[in-house]
């Protein structure tokens, strides 16, 4: 059953990616800036993209897996806060050079106006039911968990 719903995730991404690949966007929708194509409350994605999710989820839920969604939908400005922080802090407190710093943000974060976070397509997802508290998304916290790695070897 485990099995069944990383491949269910794994799909989910392919899946939206395709999907969302054929629509025509602007300038200002492309780099998050303005997006009028969004349904949620606080966590926001994009139509077609939160359908799917919602099937994933209820498809989770029946093999008693409980998934979070803990980043969706960001705008130019969320994303270029994050990233500032992040660049202030590896230049400032680990006195990396800017390209250096740069390189190591790139790991796990993009450059803003290029994230598909912009598009309200791309999620971060965590399991439910582990303990909420300070940067759920840290690798050490969920990359040990079957999902993570049966998607992992899904992709390989």
Not at 4 to 10: G, T
Not at 43 to 58: G, H, P, S
Not at 76 to 90: A, L, V
Not at 107 to 120: D, L, M
């Amino acid at each position: 059953m485990k099995n069944k719903v990383a491949l269910i995730i794994f799909l989910f991404f392919l899946i939206c990616n395709k999907n969302y690949s054929q629509i025509t966007m602007d300038l200002n929708q492309l780099t998050g800036i303005n997006n009028n194509n969004l349904v949620g409350d606080t966590i926001k994605l994009e139509t077609q993209t939160y359908r799917a999710f919602k099937k994933m989820e209820r498809a989770a839920k029946n093999d008693g897996i409980n998934l979070k969604i803990v980043s969706a939908f960001r705008g130019y400005d969320r994303q270029k806060t994050i990233w500032n922080k992040k660049y202030e802090r590896f230049t400032n407190e680990f006195s990396f050079e800017p390209e250096k710093a740069i390189l190591e943000i790139i790991r796990f974060s993009t450059i803003p106006g290029t994230s598909r976070h912009h598009w309200g397509t791309e999620i971060d997802i965590v399991d439910a039911d582990y303990p909420d508290e300070k940067d759920v998304l840290k690798s050490e916290k969920f990359e040990k968990k079957w999902y993570i790695s049966q998607i992992k070897k899904l992709v390989r």
